[in-house]
């Protein structure tokens, strides 16, 4: 059974920068792609960022393109969110999320991935 564990995450004000990281344990082949989600009170959870772990193609979600960067340590088996030029709307838990190769496509969607993280909770004030 694979454990994702996530970190970082808290409040910022706008136009801030903050970083996720998720580490999974043990090793797994059966992960090629890590995504990360979020949710926000009342709404549905979104696929924000996802990286295809051999060869580390990502895909982002329209909001978040050009101030998100999700990336890899694979020696760690850690994956990272850096979030900048934070905005209110970015409000909501993140989840780290892992699954096969299937996953990673655009959109990568929910019942793809088989593991999960416990969320962080990311605030963004204005």
């Known amino acids: 059974q694979v454990q994702l564990v996530e970190s970082g995450g808290g409040s910022v004000e706008a136009g801030g920068s903050l970083r996720l990281s998720c580490t999974g344990s043990?090793?797994?082949?059966?992960?090629?792609?890590m995504a990360w989600f979020r949710q926000a009170p009342g709404k549905e959870r979104e696929g924000v960022a996802a990286?295809?772990?051999?060869?580390?193609?990502?895909y982002y979600s329209d909001s978040v393109k050009g101030r998100f960067t999700i990336s890899q340590n694979s020696r760690e088996n850690t994956k990272y969110l850096q979030m900048d030029s934070l905005k209110p709307e970015d409000t909501a838990m993140y989840y780290c999320?892992?699954?096969?190769?299937?996953?990673?496509?655009?959109?990568?969607?929910?019942?793809?991935?088989?593991?999960w993280g416990q969320g962080a909770q990311v605030t963004v004030s204005s």
């Open positions: 999320a892992a699954g096969p190769s299937g996953a990673c496509k655009w959109p990568f969607v929910r019942p793809d991935f088989t593991y």
């Open positions: 043990p090793y797994s082949t059966l992960i090629s792609c």
């Open positions: 990286i295809y772990t051999i060869g580390g193609h990502t």
